[in-house]
Structures are given as structure tokens and as C-alpha cells.
């Protein structure tokens, strides 16, 4: 039997799947700036780039603010440990394209993305990623199209191939958690690492994204508030809390997150396409919605962040905090962020 690890990290996506939400336009500042916080986060892998990857650039398809230089060494310049990539698709994005962003060094992993249909597509371009020292994962984009028993058939052309793994991706975000678990839990137990990519069409991108954890997934995606294309994706911030921090590479500030968002992501887009911050922080915090107006009373008195003054106060008492309790640890917290 399968034991499984869940020693599972978030690839963030914001700054690639995100891309649809505002037609593509992130600047090289945008993705500076998103990518140095979410590097100070404790996110290690970030994806960057147009929304459907590298190569692309027509009317048809989306025109995008930068080129794909532009916004990899905007990335790269800007994080010290945390790992850039792009997507790409066979057949769509343009070859040379990619071939130049590994000749100009831009690039720590590329996710390779064809149709579950079509996964041969994926052979060669993935043989000569691999070769130049390049992290490999094979998306396969709309998996549910075809039974597991089948992918794992059209999966023994790889077995030669050291992929980092295979992405199992929910594109129409239309998968329940038992078929999430179905398909990460085969192709694990066939011997890859597994990721998994989830839309929120059925407002399950979260909830599939613990199931492909607990299935033994080593990768799951999120954007920060969900953005992305149609019904958005599983939300980063959200899954700070819920990914196994002992088994990722570092622990995730999700406070941090919130700052990126509040900063960058917000002004860039307005409306969330996932939960908002405070309804995460009272659900993280086990706080009811009801006390809200006395940390607001009290906030009128003491310049500090409210997210970290309920996390703190929630720590001492959840269930009923007193207006004494929340006032005197904003004075604390005054002192501290002072």
C-alpha cells in the first residue's frame, strides 16, 4: 500500500494564469514587484508570463504589456532563492521564443502543457528542456477527458524522461474531490511526482487542492485572490493554511500575502475573484463575524494592522474576547510594529 508523504508546496500562478484576468497587461513592474513579495512569503516556485505561455503575442490570442524577456528578467532580478518559470504549449507558443529564454539563462522550470489527448506532443520539447538543465513539468490539461488507466498507458513514453512531475488540471474546473483523488493517487502510485491545477468553477479549486494533497500531490497551484482565467483558481493565501507547512521548504507568511494583495493585486483588479482577506483571517482566527465592531472601536484609537491584531487576540480567546483584551494587545502591538 501507498504511504503517502504530503510533502506538498505551492507553485504560485498569479503572475501567468492571473494574466487573463487583466487581458495580459501585468507590467515588468507589476511582476517585479509581485514577485518580491511573494519570494518574501516563502513561496518558492513562480510562474510568469502570458497566460497561455511563452511564445504568444497576436490580437488573436492576447497581446501582452511586455515580452517574455521583459517579464522573466524582471522576475529573476528580483528574488534571490525562489525558483522562475514559464508555461508552454506545443504547437502554440512559438519554439524560438522558448529556446531563447533558456539561451539567455531566464528560466529555473518550464511546465509544458498539452491537451491529455495529445501527450505525446510533449516528448521531444520536454527531451530538450531536460537537456539543458531545465525543470520539466508535463501539464496535462484536461485530464478528466480521459480515463486514468489510459494517461498512465500514454505516460510509459516518458518513464525515461526525469520529469518533475505530472500536473493533473482540472481546465474547466469542473472535477469533484473523489476524481481529484482518483487521478493524483494512479499517477503517484505509477511512481511520479504528481501536481495538481484547479479551476473554481464549482467553487472546489481549494477543496480539490487538499484532495490531491492528501492523494500524495507534491505540487499544488493557487493565485493570489483566485485570480485567473474564468471562475479564477485555488487561492494561494488559503492554501498558506492549508498546504503541510513542516514538509514545505519554508513556512508560509500569509500575512505577507495579504500585504501583496492589498498593495499590488487589489489596485490591478478591484474585486476578488476568490474569498476576501478578512473572511480568511475569521476563519483561520475561529473568530465570529459578530465581534468585528469591537476591533473597530478599538482600531479608531491604535494604528496597527487588523488581520495580526484578530490572529492575536483570537490566540488568547476566540469565543468571546472582551474590548479590555483587544485594546490591550493593540498597545502590544503598537510597541512592537513601533
Known amino acids: 500500500m501507498t504511504t503517502y508523504t504530503n510533502n506538498a508546496e505551492i507553485l504560485d500562478c498569479t ?20 514577485s518580491i513579495g511573494l519570494e518574501k512569503a516563502g513561496i518558492r516556485r513562480i510562474e510568469v508570463g502570458h497566460g497561455l505561455g511563452v511564445g504568444i503575442n497576436s490580437p488573436k490570442l492576447g497581446v501582452p504589456f511586455e515580452n517574455d524577456i521583459d517579464y522573466l528578467t524582471a522576475a529573476k532580478n528580483a528574488v534571490s532563492n525562489s525558483k522562475i518559470g514559464a508555461f508552454y504549449i506545443p504547437g502554440l507558443g512559438e519554439l524560438k521564443s522558448l529556446r531563447g529564454l533558456i539561451d539567455l539563462k531566464l528560466l529555473d522550470f518550464v511546465r509544458v502543457g498539452v491537451d491529455v489527448t495529445e501527450i505525446e506532443k510533449a516528448r521531444i ?11 520539466v513539468h508535463l501539464n496535462l490539461m484536461k485530464t478528466y477527458a480521459l480515463p486514468v488507466e489510459e494517461i498512465l498507458s500514454k505516460l510509459e513514453n516518458f518513464k525515461g524522461l526525469d520529469l ?6 482540472d481546465s474547466s474546473g469542473s472535477m469533484l474531490p473523489d476524481q481529484v483523488k482518483t487521478y493524483v493517487s494512479e499517477i503517484y502510485k505509477d511512481g511520479w511526482k504528481v501536481g495538481f491545477h484547479g ?22 497551484d493557487g493565485t493570489l485572490t483566485g485570480v485567473g482565467r474564468s471562475a479564477g483558481n485555488a487561492q494561494t493565501e488559503i492554501l498558506s493554511l492549508i498546504v503541510p507547512s513542516e514538509n514545505s521548504n519554508s513556512k508560509i507568511d500569509v500575512f505577507a500575502l495579504f500585504d501583496i494583495i492589498e498593495r499590488f493585486i487589489k489596485p490591478l483588479f478591484g474585486e476578488s475573484q476568490g474569498v476576501e482577506i478578512m473572511d480568511i483571517v475569521i476563519g ?8 468585528l465592531p469591537l476591533f473597530k472601536r478599538v482600531m479608531g484609537k491604535y494604528d496597527v494592522n487588523l488581520y495580526r491584531l484578530i490572529q ?4 488568547v480567546d476566540s469565543i468571546n474576547p472582551s474590548e479590555e483584551l483587544i485594546e490591550s494587545i ?5 510597541r512592537t510594529d513601533g
Open 15 to 34: 503572475l501567468r494564469d492571473g494574466s487573463y484576468a487583466n487581458h495580459f497587461q501585468f507590467t515588468a513592474h507589476d511582476t517585479k514587484n509581485i
Open 125 to 135: 520539447i520536454s527531451e530538450e528542456i531536460l537537456s539543458k538543465g531545465i525543470e
Open 164 to 169: 518533475e512531475s505530472i500536473y493533473v488540471v
Open 199 to 220: 479551476h473554481n468553477n464549482l467553487q472546489l479549486a481549494n477543496a480539490n487542492c487538499i484532495q490531491a494533497i492528501d492523494a500524495g500531490a507534491t505540487y499544488v
Open 284 to 291: 483561520m482566527s475561529k473568530l465570529h463575524s459578530g465581534f
Open 312 to 315: 492575536l487576540v483570537s490566540e
Open 330 to 334: 493593540a498597545k502590544d502591538l503598537r
